[in-house]
């Protein structure tokens, strides 16, 4: 069965203070690996999807990486508007295409 | 990536009564699928609705309770059945990519439900 377990499950920022998100996975081969961005009220907002071990990717503030065990988030320089809760969800393969979602971490960044 | 509605927004509901939800999708999609958030939790994967065939349900929810229609390839609804208050979630749409190595997953803005 697969699982992702996030850590930690929330984290309070000062305004520019850099820090990272864990996202631990075991799964029967990855397909892909995804952070999702949600805020309070609203639907999850696609982020990154991570495909290989090694692969890195940047949007913003954020930089996604991934090992063969886990992701991590790193949030550079935080800002208030980036204080959302960050999901991690591990697809596996096979025609389904569904994800399997980590509880999430609550990052609250403080002016 | 596709644009994706949900309706209603959110409602508040009797229990013993039926919701339906729907959600519409701004492109034609092969994947589309259901999951639930109730409060404080994270995703749950209801179903996946499938163009033209019954729904593939989870472990843990069944088609009566949770019935689903998957008309065409922009379109989806699901029902949730003889409500109860542990019902009371939010509800989200989600679609895969459109294109056949495109793995990624959009989801709709979510219909909060509360049931008393």
């Known amino acids: 069965e697969d699982q992702v377990t996030q850590s930690p499950e929330a984290l309070r920022l000062q305004e520019g203070e850099s820090s990272s998100l864990n996202c631990s996975y075991t799964v029967s081969g990855l397909r892909g690996l995804f952070w999702y961005r949600q805020d309070p009220g609203k639907g999850p907002e696609f982020l990154f999807t991570?495909?290989?071990a090694g692969e890195e990717k940047e949007k913003e503030r954020l930089k996604a990486t991934l090992t063969k065990k886990e992701s991590f988030l790193h949030i550079t320089a935080p800002k208030p508007e980036d204080s959302a809760t960050y999901l991690c969800a591990v697809q596996a393969p096979g025609s389904a295409r569904q994800l399997t979602f980590g509880s999430g971490t609550q990052l609250t960044v403080l002016p | 990536s596709a644009v994706i509605s949900q309706k209603p927004s959110r409602d508040i509901c009797q229990r013993g009564t039926s919701l339906t939800i729907q959600c519409q999708v701004d492109?034609?999609?092969?994947?589309m699928f259901w999951y639930r958030q109730q409060p404080g939790q994270s995703l749950t994967l209801i179903a996946t609705a499938n163009q033209g065939s019954e729904a593939t349900y989870e472990s843990g929810f069944v088609i009566d309770k949770f019935p689903i229609s998957r008309p065409n390839l922009t379109f989806s609804t699901l029902t949730v059945s003889n409500m109860s208050p542990e019902d009371s979630s939010i509800y989200l749409c989600s679609v895969g990519g459109t294109s056949g190595s495109n793995y990624e997953q959009y989801f709709g803005p979510g219909t909060r439900l509360t049931v008393t």
């Open positions: 492109s034609q999609v092969t994947m």
């Open positions: 991570l495909y290989s």
